[in-house]
């Protein structure tokens, strides 16, 4: 997908969501905000560390299909703050920490990622 061509090439739209649903039972989604919760307050002092879930992490610079939605995942060396997706080349730092968790449903996909 691309937003339009320019002299350089055609430009990428690297999409906000995969369209897939952000937990599969109560317990995943309890879980999911839970863990985020308490890395958020166990950070809340150090203004270079960035927690966050179910956000898009593109990994590949021009190629929107190499990306990954980590449940909850921990980046020190980034700013704290508000974004919309994360790219690998502009933030500069992979996430150090990445929880994925798992559903009867789900475990055998999770372990592909």
């Known amino acids: 997908m691309y937003a339009q061509t320019t002299a350089h090439g055609k430009v990428p ?4 969501s995969d369209g897939k649903p952000m937990a599969e039972t109560d317990i ?25 879930g179910n956000l898009l992490v ?29 790219k690998l080349w502009e933030e500069g730092v992979a996430p150090q920490i990445v929880i994925e968790l798992t559903s009867r449903k789900t ?7």
Do not use: M
């Open 107 to 113: 475990w055998r996909e999770d372990l592909q990622t």
């Open 28 to 52: 995943h989604a309890e879980l999911l905000i839970n863990l985020r919760v308490a890395l958020d307050h166990y950070f809340r002092n150090d203004s270079n560390v960035y927690v966050s």
């Open 58 to 86: 593109y990994y590949v610079e021009g190629n929107p299909a190499k990306c990954v939605a980590p449940d909850v995942f921990v980046v020190r060396g980034v700013p704290k703050g508000q974004r919309r997706i994360y």
């Open 13 to 16: 739209i690297y999409p906000e």
